[in-house]
């Protein structure tokens, strides 16, 4: 859900403060494939990036709902610029709260994309 910032007109989306991001849901949010598509993107960009920059073999209501869980989670951040909602990793927080996950995830992934191929 967005809203506009007060007195701005600028929309904002809901974010978890770091304080308030969950070890379970961030790895509910990493269970699923599709999600930890966007991450492994996102975290070799280093930089954000539009939806429609990283692309899913799923309709666009669902990849939609990917970006909300990941966000939800605490995972990626999204801000609206004009009309485009950037993503980008919420890597600092992240190592912050559960130092070497992340890291740790994506080299699994890694090796598991070379393994199967």
Known sequence: MSEAAPGTGVRTLAHPAREEIRIESVLHALSDPMRLRVVRVLAAVEDELTCSRIELPVSKSTTTHHFRVLRESGIISQ???????????????????????????????????????
């Open 79 to 117: 801000t609206y610029r004009g009309t485009s909602k950037m993503n980008g990793l919420r890597r600092d927080d992240l190592d912050a709260l559960f130092p070497g996950l992340l890291d740790s995830i994506l080299a699994a992934v890694n090796r598991q994309a070379d393994r199967l191929g």
